[in-house]
């Protein structure tokens, strides 16, 4: 079935290093991408999208990849600070509008 | 950016009991709004998808008798768990989308309803 996986369930990193969360998706027919900022006892908050006619998108400190060859999205975030603490989630839209969650990637930041 | 609004973002009941959890869209009219429930330390998993005037699509798997959604206008969709028992307690999230149709359009998420049943 569809599935939207990720790599590493949690990844420590150091206040001010450069953050890479890995997500692998199955269904090739997505052509919409969404990753989302999960923090304790809260909803999901949108970080940045990006559609498949594209490779690349930036925001503010965050970069989403994009490699449809191989089926892979990547979340970059930038200088990553203690408030950058949370669950990660990509979410792959594979028929209309319904979101189909990865299983997430904590990210502690330590000081 | 939209904002979903969730209420009640806590709420303990007895086993048997029924509990309704309120979504609403406080600044935009969503003609579908999503039902999600979340695990300690997973994802989040569909539910059942609420469209205004008409009948909820549940996801494989969902008892559209246990839970049942209602979205009678387009600012507000209700789940409400019924008969509910321990195995229910968890997270749910409710989403709203501002596209009128088409697959691209971002989600809104309400903060999010702790249910424990006891």
């Known amino acids: 079935g569809e599935s939207v996986g990720l790599h590493l369930p949690t990844l420590s990193v150091q206040e001010g290093d450069n953050s890479i969360i890995n997500c692998a998706y199955s269904?090739?027919?997505?052509?919409?991408f969404i990753w989302y900022k999960q923090e304790s006892g809260k909803g999901p908050q949108f970080i940045i999208d990006?559609?498949?006619?594209?490779d690349k998108r930036q925001g503010q400190r965050v970069t989403v990849l994009l490699n449809k060859t191989v089926k892979h999205l990547s979340l970059q975030i930038a200088a990553t600070q203690p408030g950058d603490s949370a669950v990660y989630f990509c979410a792959e839209i594979p028929s209309f509008q319904k979101l189909v969650f990865g299983t997430g990637t904590r990210l502690l930041v330590s000081p | 950016g939209a904002v979903v609004s969730q209420h009640p973002s806590r709420v303990i009941c007895k086993s048997g009991t029924s509990v309704k959890i309120e979504c609403r869209s406080l600044d935009f009219q969503a003609t579908t709004m999503f039902w999600y429930r979340q695990f300690p330390k997973q994802s989040l998993m569909l539910m059942a998808t609420?469209?205004?005037?008409?009948?909820?699509?549940?996801e494989q798997g969902v008892e559209k008798d246990k839970f049942l959604i209602n979205h009678a206008s387009l600012t507000l969709s209700t789940l409400t768990v019924t008969s509910a028992h321990p195995e229910d307690s968890s997270f749910y999230i409710c989403?709203?989308?501002?596209?009128?149709?088409?697959?691209?359009?971002?989600?809104?998420f309400g903060q999010g309803t702790r249910l424990t049943v006891v």
């Open positions: 990006i559609r498949s006619n594209m």
């Open positions: 989403s709203a989308s501002l596209g009128q149709g088409g697959m691209n359009t971002e989600a809104f």
């Open positions: 269904n090739s027919a997505s052509d919409y």
């Open positions: 609420s469209n205004e005037g008409s009948k909820a699509t549940y």
